[in-house]
């Protein structure tokens, strides 16, 4: 392994995770990394042990310079991360949310070699476990490999690969372009990542480094499936907007898959509707814009007398 001696910025969001904040820090003192590392932690006014704990961290590791941003007042996950990237100020932006953790020891140092390799990219996210904790299930996102990929903006509308910021690395340039408007609607992960994207790739490694834990102390985890999909449609035109329509076409198809399915779900019965995970979820939001550009396709390339028969198939497929 190629040896980097880089001073980066690791970005730690934490909101009363006293229960889990120990595996996260202990995931990044753990790491084989040979430089130095500003870490910023962005607590939101925790009302448990959180900070206490990470207080105790402080001493323990001559690579580490500890920052800690102002927790005097709970200013919201989407604020918290704007003061969070505005304060690291190395070259290398890592993030880590408290309740997540990772579990490759040269997670950082390959990050970092990969963004100094390839330039065509601004972000380079790694593969993770989604980890349902009250069923123990681990769940790899994507197919495991030792390789790479490179994900569009256009890829990720389609299904969110990146699916949380524990599993990212930032060059600091990317984030200090993200417009202000970005940080006055609710932003996540997804949506950052898309604004990313506008002027890059983003390099995926394809081997877990990073466990996301769906947990129930979570907000995000706590919410129905049927409402989190009515969160993410109502965002779509924001986020259109945002981008400048660049990618109407691509949040058009996605808007008209959403509303399908929340359609669907609305006239079972909740006892009957499973939790669907989110890389099953992105799966089936992929076949249907699939689909639903195909149907489009066929309408406007093959003669009149085949354009019938074949929408139908689509639609009798899409049925079962």
């Known amino acids: 392994m190629t040896q980097v001696n880089q001073s980066i910025s690791v ?4 909101y009363n995770q006293e229960k889990y904040i120990r595996q996260a820090l202990d995931s990044l003192f753990g790491q084989k990394f040979n430089g130095l590392i500003e870490l910023v932690i962005a607590d939101d006014k925790s009302t448990d042990s959180t900070l206490d704990i990470i207080k105790t961290y402080e001493r323990l590791d001559d690579r580490f310079t500890f920052i800690f941003l102002d927790s005097d007042a709970n200013i919201g996950i989407t604020k918290n ?9 190395r070259e290398y932006v890592a993030v880590l949310e408290g309740d997540d953790y990772w579990i490759n020891p040269y997670k950082l140092q390959q990050q970092v070699e990969f963004l100094s390799l390839h330039w065509e990219a601004d972000l380079c996210s790694v593969n993770y476990y989604i980890y349902e904790q009250e069923s123990s299930q681990f769940t790899p996102r994507m197919p495991v490999s030792n390789s790479h990929r490179f994900i569009s903006a256009r890829e990720l509308i389609a299904d969110n690969i990146v699916g949380n910021f524990s599993t990212c690395m930032y060059r600091r340039s990317a984030l200090a372009r993200l417009p202000d408007a970005l940080f006055n609607i609710k932003s996540y992960d997804w949506i950052t990542n898309i604004v990313i994207a506008r002027n890059s790739l983003i390099g995926f490694i394809e081997t877990p480094m990073a466990v996301y834990r769906l947990h129930t102390a979570g907000t995000w985890t706590q919410s129905p499936h049927i409402e989190k999909l009515k969160v993410q449609l109502e965002l779509i035109p924001a986020y ?3 981008t400048d329509y660049v990618f109407h076409t691509e949040f058009e198809l996605l808007s008209f898959r959403l509303k399908r399915v929340i359609a669907t779900l609305q006239i ?10 989110p890389r099953v979820s992105g799966y089936f939001l992929l076949i249907g814009t699939l689909s639903f550009t195909l149907k489009n396709l066929v309408k406007k390339v093959l003669p009149l007398r085949f354009k019938n028969l074949v929408v139908q198939l689509l639609s009798l497929r899409e049925k079962k």
């Open 11 to 14: 970005l730690l969001v934490c």
């Open 81 to 89: 991360y704007k003061r969070g990237f505005a304060t690291c100020s």
């Open 240 to 242: 259109d907007k945002l």
């Open 268 to 277: 079972k019965s909740p006892l009957s509707i499973p939790e669907i995970r």
